[in-house]
C-alpha cells in the first residue's frame, strides 16, 4: 500500500512541483488530499486493499485500478485539471444547490458557442440527455464550468431563447 501511495505522490510531485499533498495511511488503506491554494476545493484519492483507486475532484467518483498503467492515467488526468486544461461540469440550481454528479470536460471542449453545442457536450459526456439539458436550462438552471482555480469559473444559462456565458 504505501509503494503504491509513494509512487502517486512521487508521480504528482514529478507533473505538478509545488503541490501540497497530505496523506493519512493505516494497515490497508491511505488517503491522498491534494489542497487547493486557490481555495477551492481539493481533490481526494483513497486507496485501499481492494483492487481498485478512488479519485474524487467534486462528487462523482472516478475509479481506476491499481495498474500501473491506470495510475499513470489518473497522475496525468489530475495533472490536466491542475494545469487548467481539463474542468468540471455540474448544475447549479436557482436556490444555490448543486446536482448529485458532475463530468469531465476538455476546457476548450467548454467553450459552447451555442445551446447545440453545449447540448452535445452534456450528452456525450453522460451528464443529461439533450431532453433533461433543455428542461434545466428552461427551470433556471446553469450548467457550471469549474476549474481547479475558481475565479476561473463561469456558466452558461438561457437568456430568452440564447445560451449566455456567465461568471459565476
Request: aromatic content about 8%; hydrophobic content about 40%; overall charge positive.
Amino acid at each position: 500500500m504505501q509503494t503504491l501511495v509513494n509512487y502517486i505522490a512521487k508521480a504528482l510531485r514529478a507533473r505538478i512541483p509545488r503541490i501540497k499533498i497530505d496523506t493519512v495511511n493505516n494497515a490497508d488503506t491511505a488517503h491522498l488530499t491534494i489542497l487547493n491554494k486557490h481555495g477551492g476545493k481539493p481533490i481526494n484519492i483513497l486507496t485501499g486493499n481492494h483492487a481498485g483507486i478512488t479519485v474524487v475532484y467534486n462528487k462523482t467518483p472516478r475509479i481506476f485500478t491499481q495498474d500501473i498503467k491506470d495510475v499513470d492515467k489518473m497522475v496525468f488526468d489530475i495533472g490536466e485539471y491542475l494545469n487548467g486544461r481539463s474542468v468540471y461540469l455540474d448544475l447549479l440550481r436557482p436556490d444555490g444547490s448543486c446536482e448529485a454528479k458532475d463530468c469531465f470536460a476538455n476546457s476548450i471542449e467548454v467553450q459552447a458557442e451555442n445551446f447545440d453545442a453545449l447540448t452535445n457536450l452534456i450528452t456525450r459526456k453522460g451528464l443529461l440527455t439533450g431532453a433533461e439539458l433543455a428542461k434545466a436550462l428552461q427551470a433556471g438552471e446553469i450548467v457550471r464550468v469549474n476549474y481547479w482555480d475558481p475565479r476561473k469559473n463561469y456558466g452558461y444559462k438561457l437568456d430568452g431563447d440564447h445560451l449566455a456565458k456567465i461568471a459565476l
